[in-house]
């Protein structure tokens, strides 16, 4: 007679139709479950004849307090004040953390996600995920296993748990005082591969369309990583090709601030006065932009508070048996500095 194949806490949990940490805690009865939940689980387990090994056991209870985080650059300060915000939440409650850097790539983001998990962590929060990866069902497996928190990100029609930025209304908030400011020949700089550039380029365009300035699509700049230490020089580098040019925009909003700080500098290479010439518009709020010159208009994304929501949301899951998906939106404000000023002349003459 054929053996009969040995079912797994995977094969309970399907067949109970809850997830593999509301098995383990009816098995190891360490955390609590409702009575119904509980019966039914007992009644997959005696169906299906599951008997976990000793080892398997262990490794089902076993908990690490500790929290997995994935970041997609730690040389950009915007991750940086994330995590600290999420470190700070997180030693409160007796949790660490280990901290994994995907460089903005899919399959190393996927390959910094496997990691963590075979180092069992309690829960894992990825900051600005790549978007193929929400997409292809990768985290749909991966949450059988780990609770995640997303922070930033594709997000679109999705059921995940995110902590998200009003990254539309903070950029719709920054084009439209330039645009009072009397700017209507406005680039836009922005990087690759990333849902955050992809939205503050549809309001971008959205934004100049509804003010019924055309949209001239050399005026949208990409300089490539957005997240590296290389950020900077970069965009200094093309926009200092740029401005030597025939381009002569009023004012630029860049999608972050390092790139701002880079457009800045070439300005200050071809003596072009900001904001006197030129006006220059940041987003995030991360400490360079107060420390450059002239200080840098920017939008504030609050990174502090939404790391600590992020760790508080998978905290919260932890605690809880049955967590619905839960979406938490955070407010931007504009953050007025020196880097701006009302139009004066369309052009100007670099050196």
Do not use: W
């Amino acid at each position: 007679m054929k053996k009969k194949d040995r079912k797994t806490i995977l094969d309970v949990a399907k067949e109970a139709g809850v997830s593999i940490s509301t098995v383990s805690r009816v098995i190891n009865n360490n955390y609590p479950v409702s009575s119904s939940t509980k019966e039914r689980v007992e009644r997959v387990v005696k169906k299906l004849d599951f008997k976990p090994s000793m080892v398997a056991r262990s490794l089902i209870a076993r908990k690490t307090d500790a929290f997995g985080i994935i970041v997609p650059g730690i040389t950009n300060m915007f991750f940086t004040m994330v995590v600290q915000g999420i470190e700070r939440t997180s030693s409160i409650n007796d949790y660490s953390v280990f901290l994994s850097d995907s460089k903005g790539d899919g399959a190393k983001e996927r390959e910094c996600v496997k990691n963590l998990v075979s180092r069992e962590v309690d829960g894992i929060i990825v900051i600005d995920p790549s978007t193929e990866n929400m997409l292809s069902g990768f985290y749909d497996e991966i949450e059988e296993f780990v609770p995640i928190v997303f922070v930033n990100g594709y997000n679109d029609g999705l059921q995940y748990n995110f902590i998200l930025n009003d990254e539309k209304t903070g950029t719709s908030d920054a084009l439209e005082y330039l645009i009072s400011l009397g700017h209507k020949d406005i680039c836009f700089i922005r990087g690759y591969k990333s849902y955050s550039y992809d939205i503050k380029e549809n309001v971008y365009k959205s934004v100049m369309h509804a003010h019924k300035i055309p949209v001239n699509n050399d005026y949208i700049i990409n300089v490539g990583e957005g997240n590296s230490s290389e950020t900077v020089d970069n965009a200094s580098s093309i926009m200092y090709g740029l401005l030597s040019s025939d381009f002569k925009p009023t004012a630029i909003f860049s999608c972050n601030d390092l790139m701002a700080v880079g457009a800045l500098n070439a300005c200050k290479k071809l003596q072009i006065k900001v904001p006197e010439q030129i006006s220059i518009i940041g987003f995030d709020n991360i400490i360079i932009s107060e420390l450059s010159e002239p200080k840098l208009t920017t939008v504030d994304q609050n990174m502090l508070l939404l790391g600590e929501s992020a760790a508080k949301m998978l905290l919260d899951m932890l605690k809880r048996e049955n967590y619905e998906k839960t979406r938490i939106v955070l407010k931007t404000r504009l953050i007025k500095r020196d880097s701006c000023s009302r139009v004066k002349r369309k052009g100007y003459t670099p050196l």
